[in-house]
């Protein structure tokens, strides 16, 4: 018997669209000429660069000169948080975050703290989200940056950003989001969140991994992270690749049409309503009940471990939001900055939908969970 594989695994990555593979084949036999040439054979690749450009701009709102195309969110992230600090080191030496960020936010903040740069961690309440007043009073006339993720790999929960840009901007100061994870999720207008910068990266949203972009609102400059020809206006050198930037320029276009959310959405809510059904108090919900990605469904199995229970559902590709290091059981950083009981969140699991998710696979995990899990 083969088993049946279903991927409930679409916040670690996506699949590449099936429009966004045909858009890109051409740029891998033509248009092979470096895209700054200024003969036949560059003109191709060019124009098609630019086309995403814009058609990554249209997705967040953005004009097309406010795109930088990079190797993916980490990039991204990277360039945000170290190009301001590298250009305005006069300015301050202080910028402030969330405890529950990816690790490419915290880690090149750490990075930047062995150079001096002091990083405050705002706390998240029990759904993940932060309060804009702990925000208010962590400013300090040092800070030039504030970065706080859209909404959190994890347990999905979206956080106030309009609000938290709006504090940022009282006090003069920039304001980054790392929106790797809502990008065609949820809507994502800069100005409407009113953001300076905005990571995204391509392989979360059914582009190929290795591309991503950052958005840096006009009249701010930044220093690049890789130095050399003027490529990207001078934010990002290197031969532009037009196969990837066609590659998200189409994954882009195709993350305005929020239908597919609306029923994954559904989907993931028919998944917990089921649960629930079936194992009442002995599953619970990690993450915001509302303010939470519409794909995203980390539930802890309680008393249980994740990992084992993972082990057990076959074929079934997910995520544990606890790691075994050394027989004991460790609660993720995102889970413990929540201040979910351990014997809670050592039994989580993330489930996270996507386009191809169907209601047959759905039933199909809540079946087998049902002879895999016995509730206390
Ligand atoms: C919230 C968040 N930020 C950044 C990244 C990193 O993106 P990339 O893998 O494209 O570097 C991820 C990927 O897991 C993510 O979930």
């Known amino acids: 018997m083969t088993t049946r594989r279903i991927y409930l695994d679409y916040n670690a990555s996506t699949p590449i669209d099936p429009a966004v593979s045909a858009a890109m084949k051409p740029f891998l036999a033509d248009h092979y000429g470096n895209p700054s040439s200024g003969h036949w054979a560059s003109a191709g690749a ?3 660069i630019e086309r995403a450009r814009s058609q990554v701009a249209a997705a967040v709102g953005c004009h097309s000169d406010e795109i930088v195309f990079t190797s993916g969110g980490s990039e991204a992230n990277n360039l945000a948080l170290k190009g301001v600090v590298y250009k305005l080191r006069e300015k301050g030496d202080h910028i402030i975050t969330t405890s529950i960020e990816h690790p490419a936010i915290l880690e090149p903040l750490r990075f930047l703290s062995r ?5 405050t961690f705002l706390p998240v309440d029990g759904t993940g989200r932060v309060d804009p007043d702990d925000l208010r009073a962590a400013v300090s006339p040092r800070t030039m940056l504030i970065s706080i993720m859209h909404a959190n790999n994890e347990v999905g929960t979206i956080q106030p950003i309009e609000e938290c840009a709006r504090v940022a901007h009282e006090h003069g100061i920039l304001f980054h989001t790392d929106a790797a994870q809502s990008v065609g999720k949820i809507p994502t207008d800069v100005n409407q969140l ?4 905005l990571s995204l990266a391509g392989h979360k ?3 190929p991994k290795g591309v991503g972009a950052l958005f840096i609102r006009r009249g701010i400059s930044l220093e690049p992270l890789i130095h050399g020809a003027g490529h990207e206006s001078g ?3 290197g031969t532009e690749s037009a196969l990837l930037a066609v590659g998200l320029g189409k994954a882009a276009e195709l993350a305005r049409d929020f239908d597919a959310m609306d029923s ?3 989907l993931r ?3 917990w309503m089921e649960l629930k059904k079936r194992f009442g108090d002995s599953v619970a919900l990690n993450g915001h009940p509302m303010h939470r990605l519409p794909n995203t469904l980390n539930v802890s199995f309680v008393g249980r471990i994740g990992a084992e229970i993972l082990a057990q559902l076959d074929g079934v590709a997910a995520t544990t939001g606890s790691a075994c290091h050394s027989g004991h059981v460790e609660l993720s950083p995102v889970l413990k900055a929540m201040g979910v009981e351990t014997d809670v969140g050592m039994g989580a699991v993330r489930f996270s939908l996507g ?3 169907t209601l047959d696979e759905i039933d199909t995990v809540v079946a087998q969970l049902s002879h895999i899990f016995e509730p206390a």
């Not at 150079?115 to 990083?119: E, P």
């Not at 009113?194 to 910068?197: A, L, N």
């Open 205 to 207: 949203l059914y582009a």
């Open 46 to 48: 060019k124009d098609a």
């Open 194 to 197: 009113g953001v300076d910068f």
């Open 115 to 119: 150079l001096g740069v002091r990083v």
């Open 269 to 271: 809510d028919h998944f």
């Open 235 to 237: 934010r990002h050198a």
């Open 355 to 357: 386009r191809g998710t």
């Open 264 to 266: 994954v959405r559904t």
